[in-house]
């Protein structure tokens, strides 16, 4: 009998969600991935949000998870709220397309608008997530601080609605994604896994189009 539980990560979870991690996004956006890595270190970066680290588990096998940082948006006069942003989300390739990534976002959001957050900012494909409530950054005058854009990848989600409504917001990340700039120390990390073959996929190529395009009109 199959047995799927939803439950809050703990640490003897660690590696086992980072190998989960290391699978779920093997070349999905680049030859190989980081984001294992990332999820390694954003445990210890003070943004991150342990009460939000859900794992999904089968049979007492983790086959997808959900973490979460801290991330602000200032508004024209320069006030600061704090809001979140999901990622790593992950679910293992086989069970992939069966809800389940819908079910940690559903249920991560709950918890969260209970912690009093009202808002999530994210990058991601916007086709995993517009059926998810998500909406274009651009309709909810959200910018990239970094260069006023309104990139097609930054995604939207009003845990309350109208949270947003009547001002005009900058989004500020996070520092925690940081460390994967470190190639040196992504690849070391990964040599602890067993190896795996590195290759082009064409979502690299559907990812590049939409993290290096704007929304203009
Ligand atoms: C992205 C990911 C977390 C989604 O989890 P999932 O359990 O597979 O997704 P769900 O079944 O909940 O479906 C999510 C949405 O994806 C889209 N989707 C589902 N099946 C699809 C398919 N065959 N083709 C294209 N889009 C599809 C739909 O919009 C779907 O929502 P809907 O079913 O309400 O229409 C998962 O696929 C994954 O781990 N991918 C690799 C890692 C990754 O890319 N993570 C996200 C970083 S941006």
């Known amino acids: 009998m199959n047995k799927l539980t939803m439950r809050l990560e703990t640490e ?3 590696r086992a969600v980072e190998e989960l991690t290391r699978e779920a996004f093997w070349n999905v956006y680049k030859p190989g991935a980081d984001e294992h890595y990332f999820v390694h270190m954003m445990r210890s970066h003070p943004d991150f949000i342990p009460e939000l680290a ?21 508004d024209e006069n320069g006030e600061r709220k704090e809001i979140l942003s999901f990622g790593p989300l992950c679910v293992a390739p086989k069970y992939q397309r069966q809800k389940l990534g819908k079910r940690l976002i559903e249920h991560s959001f709950e ?32 910018s990239f601080i970094v260069d006023g854009n309104f990139p097609t990848a930054l995604l939207v989600a009003e845990l309350v609605p ?21 190639t040196t120390a992504v690849e070391a990390f990964d040599s602890t896994f067993p190896t795996k073959e590195k290759k082009w996929m064409p979502s690299q190529e559907e990812f590049y189009i939409y993290s290096h395009s704007s929304v203009v009109r």
């Open 12 to 14: 003897k979870d660690y």
């Open 54 to 74: 859900f794992v999904i588990e089968l049979d007492g096998k983790i086959i997808g998870n959900i973490m979460y940082t801290k991330a602000w948006l200032e």
């Open 111 to 142: 918890v969260a608008r209970k912690m009093g957050y009202d808002v999530n900012i994210n990058f991601g494909n916007p086709g995993n997530y517009v059926s998810r409530g998500f909406v274009s950054c651009k309709k909810k005058n959200v």
């Open 162 to 182: 109208g949270a947003l409504d009547g001002k005009k917001w900058m989004y500020i990340s996070s520092t925690a994604a940081d460390c994967c700039e470190d």
